[in-house]
């Protein structure tokens, strides 16, 4: 484990009273394999699980220790909370202390969650930054699994629509950003052309292009996602919805029949999302000899999407 010790714990955790490592060891593993490990792989969890010296790594590494000691606290607290004995499950009480109510108890809950959360977005920004230092995770699917998009990092996403900068909100838009790039991007451009732009690009022409497309996407992607109540859309941008507490379901993304925000937002999504593919494909035809991975099809279908009851269809 990258947390080995009650010092190390308690550095990033503000709570009162003890913080024991051994009451938490199965919690602090359980973090590494549920949240740090799918982020970073297994070889750069490996490295971090060693003692360091290059101050880079250092610091990465106690970024990573960061989100573990929050994840495991946060997963750790529903059993903390409670004593099991073979007479059963009890609360402790008396008459100087009584237990936090629901709300209270989830409240720290999600607060242990938020901080993990921005751990683990800071630490993936800062490798990012700095990836000769780590091959490892640079070399890994976790991070590799994006090469295959248009859109394939954090920062061209957040600069077309704001998700907050993280890493994590895009990580999870993974799914629609390939469903809008099979149905509305490839079905106008053709698959030659598509992979072809994914590729560094020197030609101004070709690069207009990419960026055109790359604007269409965002706005497709986002236009697909705002029924999606794992997500949280308003006037500051998106960000993932990572819990929802009991008395907060009303402001569901999922509600649109009461939420015209949410509406305007995917009625313009849709309409940025054709404009700025036919200002790329316009781009495209003015310069055929730039673009000869292009073939020109009969019938633009890019042009006609319609909506259903459940679904936006070509």
Request: aromatic share 10%; no cysteine; hydrophobic share 40%.
């Amino acid at each position: 484990m990258i947390i080995k010790d009650t010092a190390t714990l308690r550095k990033y955790l503000s709570v009162n009273g003890s913080v024991d490592h051994d009451n938490i060891a199965p919690y602090l593993r359980k973090a590494e394999r549920t949240f740090l490990k799918p982020a970073i792989g297994s070889e750069q969890l490996a490295i971090f699980d060693t003692e360091v010296t290059d101050e880079i790594i250092k610091e990465a590494q106690e970024l990573a220790q960061e989100v573990v000691a929050n994840y495991a606290y946060f997963l750790y607290l529903p059993i903390g909370a409670v004593q099991i004995t073979d007479s059963g499950i009890q609360v402790a009480e008396n008459e100087h202390a009584k237990s936090a109510s629901d709300k209270q108890f989830k409240e720290l809950q999600r607060s242990f969650l938020k901080s993990a959360h921005e751990a683990l977005d800071e630490l993936l920004a800062f490798m990012e930054v700095s990836a000769d230092k780590f091959i490892e995770w640079f070399n890994s699917d976790t991070h590799t699994v994006y090469k295959d998009l248009l859109v394939n990092k954090t920062d061209i996403f957040n600069k077309y629509y704001y998700i907050f900068n993280s890493r994590q909100t895009f990580t999870s838009l993974k799914p629609n950003l390939q469903i809008t790039e099979d149905r509305f991007i490839k079905a106008s451009v053709g698959k030659e052309l598509l992979e072809a732009l994914k590729e560094n690009q020197t030609d101004e022409n070709r690069k207009e292009v990419k960026k055109l497309l790359q604007q269409s996407i965002v706005a497709f992607t986002v236009m697909l996602t705002v029924e999606n109540g794992m997500f949280v859309l308003d006037a500051k941008g998106m960000h993932m919805r990572f819990d929802v507490l009991p008395y907060e379901k009303t402001i569901t993304n999922v509600n649109l029949k009461i939420n015209d925000f949410l509406l305007r937002t995917k009625d313009n999504k849709q309409v940025e999302g054709e404009e700025y593919l036919k200002m790329a494909l316009n781009v495209i035809k003015e310069n055929p000899t730039k673009f000869t991975e292009y073939t020109e099809k009969e019938q633009a279908d890019y042009i006609n999407i319609t909506k259903t009851k459940s679904i936006i269809s070509l």
